[in-house]
């Protein structure tokens, strides 16, 4: 089963677009696809591809991870989740993000060791305080691009939610 998180509702109460200040713009988010399309037709056929599929992103969201209007329509809707549990119990819910130092040319995003970031991750909770705490979270990545003249470079970046023990409700 798909899910389209399209269509999933964004309980206003907890829309992170609205409640935090620092979150990104629909313009920011439109911008930063700009630069990525136009930083994509360097890596072949492949990123040609994605840069037209990004481009065509309209009206008809093309849907792709790698589309920051996209994912912002996505971290909306999952912040907004999140929130709203969080809220219930809001003592016992904790967040971490974690954004290494690490960054990857573009054209060279295969090279991040996912597999070693997932079990280095796993292997830091099973030993931690939080090891029996229900967890929600995710990793993903970004272009990120440097106020100087250096070329944009992928960027990592984990956040994880988690409630104490038995608090969930």
């Known amino acids: 089963m798909k899910f389209n998180f399209f ?3 964004v309980n206003e109460d907890y ?3 609205k409640r935090l200040p620092g979150f990104e713009t629909k313009d920011q988010a439109i911008k930063k696809r700009r630069l990525l399309v136009s930083a994509l037709p360097e890596l072949g ?3 040609r591809a994605l840069a037209l599929r990004l481009d065509d992103c309209g009206f008809i969201k093309c849907g792709s991870a790698g589309c920051p ?3 912002r329509l996505f971290r909306r809707w999952w912040g907004s989740t999140i929130a709203e549990y969080m809220a219930r119990d809001p003592d016992y819910w904790f967040t971490a993000s974690i954004v290494p130092s690490d960054v990857f040319d573009v054209g060279h995003l295969d090279r991040f060791p996912w ?4 079990d280095r991750l796993r292997k830091q909770i099973a030993r931690s305080q939080i090891s029996q705490a229900v967890i929600l979270g995710g990793m993903d990545y970004n272009l990120f691009h440097f106020r100087d003249d250096r070329p944009p470079r992928w960027r990592h970046t984990s956040t994880f939610s988690w409630a104490a023990v038995g608090r969930v409700s």
Do not use: H, I, N, S
């Not at 597999?115 to 997932?118: D, I, P, Q, S, Y």
């Open 7 to 9: 269509r999933a509702p």
């Open 15 to 17: 829309d992170p677009a």
């Open 45 to 47: 056929d492949a990123g």
């Open 69 to 71: 209007v996209c994912l």
């Open 115 to 118: 597999e070693l970031v997932k």
